[in-house]
């Protein structure tokens, strides 16, 4: 299935000290289901609300689900916003406009064509990304043009394709050809027969109906309706649901919740194929992501486990195989299968703990105190017994923050935590006060609605709105989408 490569965020980054200074957009997940999200070219929308230091935005707004750029996608709607009959018949024109030229039946059709030319008149257009017919040929005249394509290069499609290189949208690494033949070799081994790809975007050309679904990840969104998503469907209950695996490589940009939202959609599609006797099984699973998002994935998912394999592109300047210490790929693979039935290469510096009934890879030492093997980033990790816990070779413990951090860490920086009631032990999402806070912004938020319409009322009296206030207007409708981007 194909996905969007890229999703908007809240800016998380790691600050000097080791903890997170986090602002931004943050996404709600629980907007009322019986007010269908707004449609932008990606499917529906997602409802999001600015988080900044303690303090939630008191107006929440949608924005789209797959670009985090608005020069991407524009959309920008106000949650409470009412369009009129005008503005939402433009939207909807616009929409179909941003949709591929070829429709996925229009896809199939010449690509069957296409396999039957021989194999002197089978071409495709590097510039256009396109595979090419005889009619095609005098308009791509003027392009750069491989010839004699054969299928087993159709079966590569990523051999043909440029990968796209907007990290904002939709930038595109390619599994370095050791990464690709670990996964491959270890799904044999382990007895798969169908492998569910979610992520798989410009493939439509290259695959029959029943083998691709045009699909955002972000959003659950099936852009060919429901025979796509019966598509999906069908496959993943196949045989019971026996033999299928689902292998998942986000965008790093995206978000884990409506990641970890779509997911379980998918597995709930797929325990519909299950007897009552196999209710307790779980859809098998390999996500490839960072190793720093560990909590939040188990936070979803408490059966997944992360391993140690260090997963390689062969497009990407720092996530590369042969790296050391510090620069080595931080990309793993998360899964809910039994890391004991998973062989790591020992040719590729991996060993089996037989503490941890586990393959780890070589620097990473089984911890006594903490009867484990801890290290996350392929380094020895040092055990503190201040903190109880195994912590990075380059942090030390400061007395003053009562915590590990890196040497030069800023005492007096910002901490971690929770947004609504500033303790340490739980995220805003969690917080059992958040329905008090709620409470409080909702009523903020009626009162300047209350105020803006007392406002709209007087200035419309015999009047239109002047031209500075249509600018003003516009300019706080940019600020509030810059939050995509801060």
Known sequence: MAAPRDGLGAVETEGNGGRSESSGAEVVLSSDPATPAPLCPHGPTLLFV????????????????????????????WE????????????????????????????????????ELPLSQ?????????????????????????GDVSLTQLKRPSRLLYPLENKKTNAQYLFADRSCQFLVDLLSTLGFRRVLCVGTPRYSQFYMEDSFCHYNMFNHHFF??????????????????????????????????????TFKKLIAMWKEGQSQDNSHKELPIFWIFPYFFES?????????????????????????????????SPVRIFTNIPPNKIILPIEEGYRFCPLCQRYVSLENQHCEHCNSCTSKDGRKWNHCFFCKKCVKPSWIHCSICNHCALPDHSCEGPKDGCFVCGELDHKRSTCPNI????????????????????????????????????????????TAHQYLCS
Not at 63 to 72: L, N
Not at 126 to 142: N, V
Not at 301 to 321: E, G, I, T
């Open 122 to 146: 089978r071409k495709f257009c590097q510039r256009c990304q396109q595979l090419l017919l005889p009619d095609d040929w005098e308009k791509h005249g003027e392009h750069q043009v491989v």
């Open 50 to 77: 600015k988080v900044s230091q303690g303090r939630e935005g008191t107006r929440r707004f949608y924005a789209c689900s797959a670009c985090r750029d608005r020069k991407d996608c524009n959309f920008f709607q």
């Open 296 to 328: 939040r994935i188990c936070q979803f998912f408490p059966s997944f486990c992360m391993l140690d394999y260090q997963v390689d592109y062969d497009n990407h300047a720092l996530y590369k195989h042969g790296k050391t210490g510090r620069k080595q």
């Open 224 to 261: 060919d309706g429901k025979a796509a998503l019966e598509v999906c469907r069908t496959f993943l209950q196949e045989d019971k649901g026996e033999g299928v695996i689902m292998v998942t490589d986000p965008p790093f940009g995206g978000l884990v919740e409506p990641l970890a939202v």
């Open 435 to 478: 329905s008090t806070s709620k409470k409080v912004n909702k009523a903020v938020r009626k009162k300047k609605q209350r105020k803006s319409n007392k406002m709209k009322m007087e200035t419309t009296k015999g009047q239109s709105m002047n031209h500075t206030s249509v600018t003003r207007k516009k300019e706080r409708r940019e």
């Open 80 to 115: 409470d916003e009412k369009l009129s009959g005008a503005r939402l018949a433009a939207r909807e024109a616009y929409n179909r406009r941003c949709q591929p030229p070829l429709s996925r039946m229009q896809c199939v059709e010449r690509y069957l064509k296409f396999i």
